[in-house]
């Protein structure tokens, strides 16, 4: 019999988090539960979960706070953030932290579940699991920073890949220069739009075997991914 999914869940709203647990216990996944990130980073070794659930709003440290300290150590796990803040910019830092999914509050516990099992669909398997992304003639694998075209095969940094991750989340949608800034730069200063143009310069190079597909710039607004 297959081992339960493990799930290490931390959220600092009590009666809600309690409410959840049961739900996804009754699913036959093995989840921990914790209040709070410090909590959660001193049981992430000794859980060795599957999956993080991670509250954004939590004291002590935050949610974007133990995804960045955990990817410090593993870039593989699966991490979800949880969070009641739907801004954009919240998001695109959650991405720019390699976050697989993002769920705003409230959702239905039905809708976590769909997206655990659209995750590990393929079964726990000793092997990493691949994050691709689809646009024009292109597939874009985020997990080996790969761009490739028909044949054509093309390696990218892992700065070019985050920023890439960004423009194909919000495929066709123009994303703002300074969210992409502060998701991978940390700040929006005029030495990182400097060096942004520079990222963007290359990823356009990388991806001019696709003509289906590239990089728009938007003016004002920033830019957009085609495909």
């Given at each position: 019999m297959k081992a339960p999914l493990k799930i290490l869940f931390a959220d600092d709203d009590l009666k809600y988090s309690l409410v959840l647990k049961r739900f996804l216990e009754r699913e036959g996944y093995d989840v921990t539960y914790t209040g709070n990130?410090?909590?959660a980073l001193e049981q992430f070794s000794a859980v060795k979960p599957d999956l993080v659930l991670l509250d954004i709003n939590?004291?002590?440290?935050?949610?974007?706070?133990?995804?960045?300290k955990i990817r410090e150590h593993d870039r593989h796990i699966m991490l979800f953030f949880l969070s009641d803040r739907s801004d954009k910019s919240?998001?695109?830092?959650g991405f720019s932290l390699q976050g697989n999914d993002y769920l705003a509050k409230p959702f239905y516990p039905e809708e976590l579940i769909a997206r655990i099992k659209e995750r590990f669909?393929?079964?726990m398997t000793e092997n990493v699991q691949e994050e691709n992304y689809h646009f024009g003639n292109t597939v874009f694998n985020y997990?080996?920073?790969?761009?490739?075209?028909?044949?054509?095969?093309v390696l990218i940094t892992s700065r070019q890949a985050e920023i890439l991750r960004i423009l194909a989340t919000n495929l066709n949608l123009a994303v703002n220069r300074d969210l992409i800034l502060n998701a991978v730069w940390g700040t929006s200063s005029y030495a990182n739009s400097l060096a942004l143009n520079v990222q963007v310069s290359y990823l356009r190079k990388a991806l001019r075997n696709d003509t289906a597909s590239g990089i728009i710039s938007l003016p004002k607004k920033g830019y957009m991914l085609k495909g």
């Open positions: 990130g410090v909590m939590m004291p002590g440290l935050n949610g974007f706070e133990v995804a960045e919240d998001q695109l830092k669909a393929t079964g997990t080996i920073n790969e761009i490739r075209t028909g044949n054509q095969k």
